[in-house]
């Protein structure tokens, strides 16, 4: 009896002590910083927010037009600039280098990711009265919180998620995510705010976020306000390859 005992103190020690380790790691497993490896100080503007200096990658463009971009949890998103300043010839853009990323002070989190995200809106619409967001990935998460707090003109969603606490649960089963979880980026929870028309893009093969967590999210939109989209023979991190990625992202398609 004791060593059965034992035994299953030894065993609830070990969990608790997974527990903890995921608890403590959780944001080293959403985030991945990157330097910014293209461009140069010619095309960056600081955004000084709450804490951060936050480094946006930009194009102008005289008018009332932009587009604002928050890119995937290990993206450069000045790699983003080119193609999407073609797509957009029109469009001032604005590229946001979350905390932590691309020279950006501070550290990232879902609170200071939604607050930068607003500060740069606030920024943009100064001069800007069309702002189109596009989210892709993490900063799907981002975009759709935006677009729940500000009038977006338009919002395009890329290898969405509905929350990261749903992800998360299905990465690790065994574990109360849903205790433990401090970024749930639930995307699916503020979707029935957002007015502005939306458009959600998917991977036909995405093997990081599983298809059906997009459709998940697709339903929580007010009726009429979001349509699918399916990239063919593309994965999470290559639909941007796709000939027919830039034309869902400019609407022609």
């Known amino acids: 009896m004791r060593l059965v005992l034992g035994a299953l103190l030894l065993v609830a020690g070990l969990y608790l002590a997974a527990c903890a380790a995921l608890f403590f790691a959780q944001r080293s497993l959403i985030y991945f910083p990157q330097p910014a490896s293209f461009g140069t ?3 960056r503007i600081t955004l000084a927010t709450d804490g951060a200096q936050v480094q946006i990658t930009t194009r102008p463009r005289d008018g009332t037009k932009a587009l604002i971009y928050f890119g995937g949890n290990a993206e450069d998103v000045s790699a983003s600039l080119t193609p999407i300043a073609a797509a957009f010839p029109d469009r001032s853009v604005f590229l946001m280098h979350y905390r932590g990323y691309g020279g950006s002070t501070g ?3 879902e609170q200071a990711l939604h607050a930068d995200a607003r500060a740069l809106f606030d920024l943009a619409s100064v001069s800007h009265k069309d702002i189109v967001v596009i989210g892709r990935s993490l900063g799907s998460g981002v975009a759709v919180q935006l677009a729940a707090d500000r009038p977006v003109s ?4 890329v290898t969405p998620f509905d929350s990261v606490a749903a992800i998360a649960a299905s990465q690790f089963p065994y574990m109360p995510v849903g ?3 401090r970024d749930r980026f639930d995307s699916a929870g503020v979707a029935g705010k957002v007015k502005a028309p939306t458009l959600v893009v998917a991977a036909e093969h995405d093997e990081v976020i599983p298809r059906s967590s997009a459709q998940r999210l697709l339903t929580q939109f007010a009726p009429g306000v979001a349509n699918l989209q399916v990239v063919p023979g593309t994965g999470h991190n290559t639909i941007q390859d796709a000939p027919i ?4 992202l400019q609407g022609t398609r």
């Open 245 to 248: 990625y830039y034309d869902f």
């Open 41 to 43: 100080a010619a095309n």
């Open 107 to 109: 550290s990232p989190s």
């Open 179 to 181: 205790l433990l979880l």
């Open 154 to 157: 338009r919002l395009v969603l």
